[in-house]
């Protein structure tokens, strides 16, 4: 469970809660609020926590997102304003998928993402997620408080788990998805594929791609398209090898 920049500490120990009550025990916090009083952060989430306190003395606090996921081979992402082009389902079909891409992937590392709770998921950080998850609430009030979001998707996420047998007991999705999968059918890591958009941009950048259209905008739509073809290992190689051709060539003609 991945939380980006949660504004209240109460509902950090909420989500805790939530995810205890649901055998779930992995807890990261992405780019946390600092506050004036250092007891503050504690004091407020170990309240809404109560027997859950425990998950918030073993979170792990990481600079940014992007050192949240790095590991991260499956990275399903949370909105009520999901993006053009994403791969959105609702609760229950996503925890459906999850359960299978684990059952078939032992060596996936999975994780669920929220965002801030006034603004969610910007675009960008959506760009990290492999498919997007939306809650089907009334359209005269679709937002949700944090740890009740969380609750709904941790609950269909251990359903799915229980339906196929899977022990999830009182790990986390992150503990099941530990297996040893190895070789080319490997899904990427979130930093590997960061790593092949950032010499993707720089090609496109020397061949003169971005040229009459937005740079971010482009960059932005490739990166949910690579994470919706939940490319493998090998196929990231190949796209890797084209790229370094690519740019081998345009600096061979410059």
Known sequence: MVLLRPKSPGNVGSVARAM????????????????????????EARRMAWAAADLLDSRRETPDLAAALARCTWVAGTTSNPPEGARVLAPRDLAAELAARLSAHPGTTAALLFGQEDIGLTRDALTSCHIVGAIPSAPAYPSLNLSQAALLFLYETRLAFLSIGAAVGDRAVADRAGGDETGAGQPPTHE??????????????????????????????????????????RELSILEGIVHQTMWAARRQG
């Open 20 to 43: 205890k009550n649901m055998g779930f025990s992995r807890l990261v916090l992405a780019d946390p609020m600092t506050y004036d009083d250092p007891g503050y952060f504690d004091e």
């Open 192 to 233: 590997q594929l960061a790593a092949f958009s950032a010499r993707l941009e720089e090609t496109l950048d020397a061949i003169g791609f971005f040229q009459g259209t937005s740079r971010a905008h482009m960059m932005r739509d490739l990166k949910l398209l690579f994470h919706r073809c939940l490319l493998t290992s």
